[in-house]
């Protein structure tokens, strides 16, 4: 019995230490580009700090995101960094060393770091010579009409056969980790493929856009100078199916298995929704690889054919549908823009998408020269001469004949439109639970699908219910949705328009499900 005593404490002991060596053990010391291989462990990282914004959704939290690059490199870490707003940040170019945990959510990676000490400054011996974003963003009328070298990474590829790019330069090469970005217009053609998140340092005239009411920085092609080509981005199949229009255009590799019936290609993942098209290459063709499994790469494209993003294989220029050209017997909205008084009072023929919902009642919006915000170079101003008694929907194609107008009390371009066809409606938008206001506010009127359980309070008011959780979206219906529910047992995909209530009481706002 005493031995058995004696083992006890002695486990316990050991368990003990365990413990406590797990506490005050150093965390290891890492380059920045490896952080993605320690998901859920605590790190330390060092380098030198290019950009921070305090509080960056202004929800007055003490939280504030930084950009530390590496000391002789390109890799750039994000750091969310929860501290008290009256601790002092180190200057633009201190090399300091960064201890925190490895977070990723949605294919996003960041250190998350707490307290005082988890930033450290060890000493300010790198000099700019050019300017940096986060100066120019704190300040931008000191920078207004001048000439300006500035060091960042492309939020898109730049593609050789095309002589005009809109873009952002970020101070992260991930567009969704960057705290600061700066609208860039590229005008010429560029020798090569430049990637997107390449690390370049371009020489631009920094300028108001009056019509856009935004800075922008206009750059020749002859002044970007690569530094650095970005990485090819790894697909993960857990990211959430939207979040790849964000990367068309990119070079990406994703891992499955090849598919296909015969006419239609196809990279299956694990589980059975994962499955993204495929445009094979010559190579593929003849190599038969049907059925074969491994890391596929390509450029992600949009086809037109397929109506959907696909990897391509031999990527094609001709699959992407270049902003503004759709044949010879249609004038192009950037035309106009470039040379408005030149067509004012005069009728064409136009082909474009509508930017955001217009209801039955109103006859004014916006249309685009490309089917989404990433595709489009020039938004004018549209008003229809006459009813359309169903909603047009946002990025719904339309052909249209109207008169160029020029509004004074507006100052702007007004395309008055008499005659009109309208494309097929786009499938409405998934809204994914846990997404939150940021992400579901820029569907806000716009036709939208969600799953769940529809129930009714004690107040006669129904609401959409995720299963297992307390998340609800209030809906709005003809009050029957609830006992339907009752009699299908299982979550429904409601379908309807997204909108948001304002309760002047309680001074809050909430989202709806408009189904009626």
């Known amino acids: 019995m005493a031995k058995l005593w004696v083992m006890f404490f002695t486990s316990l002991l050991l368990v003990s230490a365990m413990n406590f060596y797990a506490v005050i053990r150093e965390p290891d010391m890492i380059e920045i580009d490896e952080i993605r291989n320690y998901p859920r462990e605590t790190v330390k990282i060092e380098g030198v700090l290019t950009s921070y914004v305090r509080d960056p959704y202004g929800e007055g939290a003490d939280r504030i995101d930084l950009q530390v690059q590496e000391i002789d490199g390109h890799s750039v870490a994000k750091i969310r960094w929860n501290v008290d707003w009256t601790n002092e940040v180190p200057p633009i170019g201190t090399v300091v060393t960064v201890e925190g945990e490895v977070s990723e959510w949605n294919g996003r990676i960041w250190l998350q770091s707490n307290g ?5 400054a060890k000493e300010q011996t790198i000099e700019f010579t050019e300017t940096k974003l986060v100066e120019v963003g704190r300040n931008p009328p000191s920078f207004a009409n001048q000439s300006l070298t500035i060091d960042g990474w492309l939020s898109e590829s730049l593609a050789p056969d095309v002589t005009y790019h809109s873009l952002y330069l970020m101070d992260n090469q991930v567009y969704g980790g960057a705290d600061h970005l700066l609208y860039m217009q590229v005008e010429g053609r560029v020798m090569e493929w430049v990637e997107a998140g390449s690390h370049v340092v371009v020489n631009g005239w920094l300028q108001f856009d009056e019509r856009s009411y935004r800075w922008r920085l206009l750059v020749q092609a002859t002044e970007v100078e690569v530094l650095s080509q970005g990485e090819t981005l790894y697909l993960d199949w857990e990211a959430e199916p939207y979040t790849l229009t964000y990367e068309v255009g990119k070079l990406v590799v994703i891992d499955g298995t090849i598919g296909s019936d015969g006419e239609e290609w196809w990279i299956e993942g694990d589980a059975p929704t994962d499955r993204l098209c495929m445009l094979p290459s010559s190579e593929d063709l003849a190599d038969g690889i049907v059925g074969q499994s491994g890391d596929w790469g390509g450029r992600l494209a949009w086809s037109t054919d397929e109506a959907e993003v696909c990897l391509d294989r031999g990527y094609v220029e001709a699959l992407q549908h270049p902003a503004g050209q759709f044949g010879d ?43 989404g915000y990433y595709d489009r170079d020039t938004k004018l101003r549209i008003e229809f001469v006459g009813e359309h008694a169903e909603w047009i929907e946002a990025d719904q194609a339309i052909r249209f ?35 939150g206001y940021n992400s579901w506010r820029w569907d806000i009127g716009k036709l939208v699908q969600i799953t769940g359980e529809a129930v009714m309070d004690e107040d006669g008011n129904q609401w959409i219910s995720r299963s297992g959780s307390d998340e609800r979206v209030c809906l709005l219906g003809d009050g029957t949705e609830a006992s339907q529910q009752e009699q299908i047992g299982e979550p429904i995909g409601w379908t309807g328009r997204l909108t948001m209530t304002e309760d002047s009481i309680g001074n809050s706002a909430q989202f709806c499900i408009d189904i009626r």
Not at 116 to 120: L, P, Q, S, T
Not at 329 to 355: C, R
């Open 401 to 435: 004949n109207a008169t160029v107008l020029w509004s004074e009390s507006e100052g702007r371009i007004v395309l008055e439109a008499r005659s009109w066809l309208l494309g097929e409606a786009p499938a409405p938008a998934v809204l994914n639970w846990g997404d």
């Open 329 to 371: 017997d249609l004038m192009t909205m950037k035309e106009v823009v470039e040379d408005p008084f030149a067509h004012v009072g005069n009728s064409y023929q136009f082909e474009g998408w509508i930017t955001d919902p217009i209801s039955p009642d109103y006859d004014k919006g916006y249309v685009g020269d490309g089917p």
């Open 116 to 120: 005082y000490g988890a930033i450290v």
